[in-house]
């Protein structure tokens, strides 16, 4: 499947909740992904017109596969989500070199600690784990550095 990137628009905020609300609710679905929706609306909104780059993973025809935010300065991944439907055909791997290439040497997240699949991912491509601790949310949560 041929995948490439840009920055995200604003006109496609919707699209990119849209993906967000599946894939947050798919991994966690006890928790109500679409009463976050509006957080997640301003901060990309606020990704799209400031330093954090905010970017999607897209098809030729344009159908948004996934989507990734990096502090090119610090190095900070705040959101990775792949949609359900492009899952298993290399598109995270695609999308996560993206994101090295937008802060090349060196990227830094956290992880839930029960979220084992994005774990697995992550160790995968390069990431390890520096410590444990919470996250903004308060969720028990590792912390991973990537560094080239």
């Given at each position: 499947m ?5 920055p ?6 919707d ?19 679409n ?10 909104k606020s990704?799209v ?15 948004i ?8 300065e610090?190095?900070h ?8 439907h ?5 598109i995270?791997?695609?999308l996560m070199?993206?994101?090295?290439a ?5 990227l830094?997240l956290?992880?839930n600690?029960?979220n084992?699949r994005a774990?697995r ?5 390069g990431f390890?784990?520096v410590?444990?601790?919470f996250?903004a ?12």
């Open positions: 041929t995948v490439a990137f840009r995200m628009r604003m006109d496609e905020i699209l990119c909740a849209d993906l967000w609300v599946e894939t947050w609710s798919d991994t966690y679905p006890a928790i109500d992904f009463a976050r929706r509006g957080w997640f609306i301003e901060r990309f990704y017109t400031g330093r954090v780059k905010a970017e999607i993973a897209y098809s030729r025809e344009g159908r596969f996934g989507l990734v935010s990096v502090d090119p610090t190095g991944v705040d959101q990775f989500a792949i949609a359900k492009a899952r298993g055909q290399g995270a791997t695609a070199d993206h994101a090295k937008i802060a090349p040497g060196f830094h956290d992880v600690t029960d084992h774990i991912f992550y160790e995968r491509e390890r784990r410590r444990e601790g996250s949310s308060g969720r028990p949560s590792y912390f991973y550095e990537w560094v080239k």
